[in-house]
């Protein structure tokens, strides 16, 4: 049986790396029939990716797993196959246009939410800094308060003395 580190290297080498020079010397050239194979490959190889991660957890226990993993993405790759055209045909592609409407519509909802999300994370998280911050100011923490710089009216700065601690050098103008 092949290990997991040869599996996750033939996929990174013949699935991301091979694939990513080729997309590179397709967009280079401006060959438009190799832009296109590349583009229904990378779609395909992100869909396997996608069920890679349930498939890991749940089935990777079945005999010759891994082996079953790099030969489909070997046949993906293939120009002699042409996997990945192949299913993007026949699945993928009738799959999108059907249910196209759908999924334009779930991804302008997700970006709204995940707008509204950040700005409430971030505002829980600014009121925590800022009661923090008063927190500290007004108990003081300890070791991290000995000395807290204020400015006077004149030029100069004064370090007031935190209670409990000895008297610092004072600078004044």
């Known amino acids: 049986m092949v290990s997991w580190m040869i599996c996750r290297l033939v996929v990174l080498v013949f699935g991301m790396l091979c694939p990513a020079y080729a997309s590179y010397k397709a967009v280079k050239?401006?060959?438009i029939r190799e832009y296109v194979r590349w583009m229904m490959y990378w779609i395909?190889?992100?869909l396997f990716?996608?069920?890679?991660?349930v498939t890991d957890i749940f089935i990777s226990w079945f005999p010759f797993y891994y082996e079953i993993k790099m030969a489909?993405?070997?046949w993906l790759l293939s120009?002699?196959?042409k996997g990945?055209?192949?299913l993007y045909r026949k699945f993928v592609h009738p799959s999108l246009s059907r249910h196209e409407k759908e999924i334009d519509a779930y991804i302008v909802q997700a970006k709204e939410r995940s707008y509204e999300t950040v700005l409430t994370f971030g505002k829980r998280g600014?009121?925590?800094a800022a009661s923090a911050a008063v927190q500290a100011a007004t108990k003081g923490t300890g070791l991290g308060a000995c000395r807290t710089a204020t400015p006077r009216m004149s030029v100069g700065?004064?370090?007031r003395q935190s209670p409990g601690r000895q008297p610092g050098p004072e600078r004044s103008p």
């Open 126 to 128: 600014l009121n925590i």
């Open 79 to 81: 120009p002699y196959t």
């Open 84 to 86: 990945a055209s192949l």
């Open 44 to 46: 395909v190889f992100a």
């Open 157 to 159: 700065w004064t370090l």
């Open 29 to 31: 050239t401006k060959n």
């Open 72 to 74: 489909f993405v070997l």
């Open 49 to 53: 990716m996608a069920a890679e991660i």
